[in-house]
């Protein structure tokens, strides 16, 4: 006889069914705001999408979206546009009220008598400043380089995020009446004996800002550059010279952002002669015909060839596919599976590689140990932008403020982000290492709650849920017929300068793009006094995610057996076989269609909505 494993639902249970929600590391209201695009309710799905979201423009952009991952809507054909729909609600509205840092500002508090120091301008740490100012708290905000937004400003490039949606964020945060240092280096300019005495709190999210150390030989050499180097001197407006035939090492998202940013900086109009030899032959009429005329008109770059240079094979790059591929169209060429054994240098100057075949990169224990073959070769090259990884600048600390420092090279921090010295938090990339942005921004709240506390205030927030009743409720006819949304984009020839690459959903294709959206907020709710176990139900689920089970058939834990105690008043197994039935759903195949509650003869079945309402309290 076949048994079933269950879980007795309860209020985390529903919050769970929610995946895109339970997926995203700020419990951002996904989709809430997909849905009120879907209606076409716009400045309600601007106020949804930046609800405990202060960088809501910019996530609307370059976010990772893991809720996506999790969406359920992948599992029937593709996934909710969930990223590219946060970026619809906050264009609409910009389109609407245009910038106002004011008008997001939240009603004055009483300030607080304690005072907060935030070292970094970054996502992290100013998603921290940002909590602290709305809760009354004196925040001032230290940063080393000469404009605020970390990495978003200096690491990211101009075509994937402009300059002017940074600005629009940040000053929508420092509108809060929060102070700003620009080029102040902690220990240098700001002694940390200074720090600790004027202010009760410190967070530090200095992030990482240098690239990793390699031991190739030859990185000594002039032409030979820090990938995150790179990506700093181009953002902040510096000139950057480079060679015609440049190549960049690495396999991750900034080595893809180097390659598509050299592309953009090189200067003199070659042909690209190289590219077009060393691809494979093309199947007619296949994207490597795009991808070669993109690399002779790319933004009219001067390069011979443009090249990145992974150990791992393509499948294994930790870079996501789409940027890859983006690179590739634009006249990048990846080869995958190689590594540099050897910078060649003429007169003190980079002038190849010699690489060779790897065959793997880690060992059975998954160590980092690199193993090559015997196929070498030699690629000519001026210049070498090696983003093979970042790591912290720690150098304020000189071991007597108290902050731990784990074996990684990152702040030691406990669950709470709190560090080994009293009152002195840490968050962000200088804690964890490189992780995604949304990341950042949930530090940045955590770390900011964990200061609340500190500083003697009560609980910062909180969210409770609650059940509606959607009478009469129905899928929209045309959800699952309507297709994935394809983003729009410049043409590869089109692709210069700072030019942003993607160009957001029209109204038509954002509203279609929302209407896909399986509403997993909506729940089948059985009323077992009602049901007359006729199997209606069962019978028209066209997913087949429903079933009457006998209680005996149900594996027993924890719930399900005080449940039985609360429900019969006897012990578990003390039911004999055919004295009760359960209703069994399998909640990843339902689609919400509510065919069951329509069915049901006796109204046992309701389709009903958690809610969430949340409240923020100062103190």
């Not at 494993?5 to 249970?13: G, H």
């Not at 396999?251 to 940013?261: I, L, T």
């Not at 007169?347 to 980092?368: H, M, P, Q, T, W």
């Not at 690199?370 to 990884?389: D, K, M, Q, T």
């Amino acid at each position: 006889m076949v048994t079933f494993r269950v879980v007795v639902p309860d209020e985390t249970y529903y919050r769970r069914q929610i995946s895109c929600r339970a997926a995203c590391p700020i419990l951002s209201e996904c989709h809430a705001y997909v849905q009120a695009i879907a209606a076409s309710e716009d400045e309600r799905a601007y106020e949804l999408a930046r609800l405990g979201n202060p960088f809501a423009y910019v996530l609307g952009r370059i976010c990772a979206h893991p809720c996506e991952q999790a969406c359920r809507r992948g599992a029937i054909d593709a996934p909710v546009a969930i990223c590219a729909l946060k970026r619809f609600a906050t264009d609409h509205h910009n389109l609407g009220h245009g910038h106002d840092p004011a008008r997001h500002r939240s009603p004055p508090t009483p300030k607080l008598d304690k005072r907060v120091a935030v070292v970094g301008a970054g996502p992290c740490g100013l998603t921290c400043a940002h909590d602290l100012a709305i809760w009354g708290y004196d925040v001032e905000v230290f940063e080393s380089a000469p404009v605020p937004g970390g990495m978003l400003y200096m690491g990211v490039p101009h075509y994937r995020l402009p300059r002017e949606i940074i600005d629009m964020e940040v000053q929508q945060i420092l509108a809060l009446g929060i102070r700003l240092h620009l080029r102040t280096t902690l220990g240098r300019d700001l002694p940390w004996s200074t720090l600790r005495s004027r202010f009760d709190a410190v967070m530090l999210a200095t992030g990482l800002s240098r690239g990793r150390e390699t031991e190739i030989p030859g990185a000594h050499l002039d032409g030979v550059l820090q990938g995150i180097d790179f990506l700093i001197n181009a953002n902040l407006g510096y000139q950057v010279e480079l060679g015609p035939r440049v190549v960049v090492l690495g396999s991750g998202n900034v080595a893809v952002d180097v390659a598509r940013s050299a592309l953009r900086l090189l200067q003199e109009p070659l042909a690209n002669e190289e590219v077009e030899e060393s691809r494979p032959p093309e199947p007619t009429g296949s994207a490597y015909f795009s991808a070669i005329e993109a690399a002779r008109m790319a933004l009219r770059t001067g390069a011979r060839s443009v090249r990145l240079l992974s150990l791992e094979p393509r499948e294994k790059m930790s870079a996501y596919e789409w940027q890859v591929s983006e690179a590739e169209s634009e006249g990048v060429l990846v080869e995958s599976g190689w590594g540099a054994m050897e910078i060649l240098g003429e007169g003190g100057r980079a002038s190849g590689l010699r690489i060779r075949r790897c065959l793997s990169v880690y060992d059975e224990d998954g160590r980092f140990v690199p193993a090559f073959g015997e196929e070498e070769r030699h690629l000519a090259c001026e210049s070498v932008v090696l983003a093979i990884g970042q790591q912290a600048d720690l150098s304020f600390l000189t071991g007597q403020e108290g902050v731990g420092v784990s074996r990684h090279g990152y702040v030691s921090v406990g669950p709470q982000l709190g560090t080994t010295a009293q009152g002195v938090f840490a968050g962000g990339d200088v804690a964890f290492g490189p992780r995604l942005l949304v990341d950042a921004v949930a530090d940045g709240h955590r770390a900011a709650r964990s200061i609340h506390r500190y500083l003697g205030g009560e609980s910062s927030g909180t969210s409770t849920g609650r059940f509606r009743i959607l009478p009469g409720w129905r899928l929209p006819a045309s959800c699952l017929r309507t297709p994935r949304q394809p983003m729009p984009s410049l043409p590869t020839n089109r692709r210069v300068g700072i030019a942003e690459v993607e160009l957001g959903y029209d109204d038509a294709a954002g509203r279609a793009e929302a209407s896909r959206c399986l509403s997993c907020q909506v729940n089948t709710v059985f009323d077992s006094a009602k049901c007359i176990l006729c199997n209606a139900c069962v019978d028209i689920c066209p997913e087949s995610c429903l079933k009457l089970a006998d209680l005996s058939r149900l594996a027993g834990n924890r719930d399900l057996d005080a449940l039985v105690r609360a429900r019969f008043g006897v012990e578990p197994g003390g039911l004999r076989p055919g004295a009760a039935t359960a209703i069994l759903k399998d909640e990843t195949r339902c689609t919400r269609c509510a065919l069951c509650a329509q069915r049901c003869p006796t109204g046992a079945i309701t389709m009903e909505a958690l809610e969430e309402r949340h409240r923020e309290t100062a103190r």
